[in-house]
């Protein structure tokens, strides 16, 4: 019991937003794309969040079963250098390969 409660206590906080009344949900969109520099970002299965971050050479979406997912990221002169896992869990689906890139290296967990 406490051991849970510690990881509990521990997890990341995950913030919820709400858009206001005026706002249609259908019209934003759920697709985040990240080019350069370093991030974190969060997948959330309901509108409005996010529901696919793309990088140069990857796709990232929740894990089935999974509601939300907040992940770190760092892309260099178009090149993803890391993606780890923060909370939640993901899936990683491949983009074309582009001629002369190395492919990146592989989401880790916690």
Do not use: C, M
Not at 28 to 38: A, E, F, I, T, Y
Request: net charge negative; aromatic share 4%.
């Amino acid at each position: 019991w406490q051991h849970q409660q510690e990881i509990e206590k521990n997890a990341p906080v995950i913030a919820r937003y709400e858009l206001s009344e005026d706002v249609d949900p259908a019209t934003r969109p759920r697709q985040l794309v990240w080019s350069d520099g370093p991030a974190r970002l969060g997948l959330f299965r309901d509108p409005p969040g996010v529901q696919e971050i793309v990088l140069p050479d990857r796709r990232l979406r929740l894990a089935p079963g999974y509601d939300q997912a907040q992940v770190g990221v760092e892309v260099r002169d178009g090149v993803t250098v890391t993606v780890a896992v923060l909370a939640g869990d993901i899936v990683e689906l491949p983009l074309p390969e582009r001629r002369g890139s190395p492919p990146a290296p592989a989401a880790k967990s916690p």
